[in-house]
Each structure stands twice: as C-alpha cells, then as structure tokens.
C-alpha cells in the first residue's frame, strides 16, 4: 500500500479553495528539501497573510494515503515559529490514515494557523510555511475490537 500525497480532485478544490483551473494544475504537493529531512515541506498555493492576534486556515490541496497504523504530524516550519511568533492553533495536526478519500471532503486537509507575533506574517505563492512527518504509532494489547469506521471529515469523531 504504502504512503503517498495526492492532490484532492478539482471539485473540492473549487469548493475548498476557488475555481481556477491554472492554480490547481501549478501547485506542487509537499517534498522533502534535503536527503535527510524528516518533513515534507508544504508550499502555499496562493498569497496569504495573517495579521497579529489573527487564525487563518491554510488549505493544502492535498490529501495523503499511509499505512493503516501510521499518522501524518502536521507542524508549522521551525523558522516560522520562531522568526513570526506563528503556530498551529492545535499545537500539532494530526492526520490519521482513514482520513483519505473520507466522503465529505476527500480526505483534504489544512493547517489552522494563529499569529501570535508582533508582526505580520506573509507568505507569498510557492513558500513553504508548514510541514508534515508521518510516524508509526501502537495500540495497547488489551484493547477491545473497535468497529468504528470514519464516515466524515475534520472533527468527526466527536
């Protein structure tokens, strides 16, 4: 099976982001930068800025399949953190792998963003602001079958 990203279908970028043909076709989905990084950089699909005491919600475009028993962590870069004051407004983002293809929104996610400097924080078309490291994860031994199955997207299991 393995991992991979996938951009999300057309349609939902239309109703997640906006209907441009030319910008779905030009964003690229996240790579790593160097041999060694453990992220995968993801890059801005369009200009945004967050002003101080500001949340914004940065949709990726993108949607990932992975091991049954691995998650994506979503982080924000380390130099947006500390050079803008710029976080995750749910300190880490955490994709679990039924998450894909769910039927209310493809599988795509965001990075919730908050700016808590002193300064606006702009990023500009093709500019990496967040990043995601997958991670194997276990389950105790003893716990009981579960039967739940993901029918929705962001928040559903609540």
Same mark, same amino acid.
């Given at each position: 099976?393995?991992?991979?990203?996938?951009?999300?279908?057309?349609?939902?970028?239309?109703?997640?982001?906006?209907d441009?043909?030319?910008?779905?076709?030009?964003?690229?989905? !996240?790579?790593?930068?160097?041999?060694?990084?453990?992220?995968?950089?993801?890059?801005?699909?369009?200009?945004?800025?967050?002003?101080?005491?500001?949340?914004?919600?940065? +949709?990726?475009?993108?949607k990932?399949?992975?091991? !049954?028993?691995?998650?994506?962590?979503?982080?924000?870069?380390?130099?947006?953190?500390?050079?803008?004051?710029?976080?995750?407004?749910?300190?880490?983002?955490?994709?679990?792998?039924? +998450?894909?293809?769910?039927?209310?929104?493809?599988?795509h996610?965001?990075?919730?963003?908050?700016?808590?400097?002193?300064?606006?924080?702009?990023?500009?078309k093709?500019?990496? +602001?967040?990043?995601?490291?997958?991670?194997?994860?276990?389950?105790?031994?003893?716990?009981?079958?579960?039967?739940?199955?993901?029918v929705?997207?962001?928040?559903?299991?609540?």
């Open positions: 099976m393995g991992r991979h990203f996938e951009k999300i279908s057309f349609e939902q970028f239309k109703k997640d982001i906006k441009d043909r030319k910008t779905y076709e030009e964003y690229e989905l !996240p790579t790593r930068s160097t041999k060694h990084s453990a992220g995968y950089d993801f890059r801005a699909i369009y200009d945004f800025t967050i002003m101080p005491g500001e949340e914004k919600k940065i +949709y990726t475009g993108c990932v399949k992975m091991e !049954p028993d691995e998650a994506l962590m979503l982080y924000v870069r380390g130099s947006v953190g500390t050079k803008f004051g710029v976080r995750l407004t749910n300190s880490v983002g955490i994709i679990d792998s039924d +998450y894909y293809n769910n039927p209310t929104n493809e599988g996610f965001l990075f919730p963003l908050y700016n808590s400097g002193v300064t606006p924080y702009v990023v500009k093709g500019e990496a +602001y967040g990043q995601g490291i997958f991670q194997k994860y276990l389950t105790v031994d003893d716990e009981d079958e579960i039967t739940e199955e993901r929705y997207g962001f928040g559903s299991t609540n």
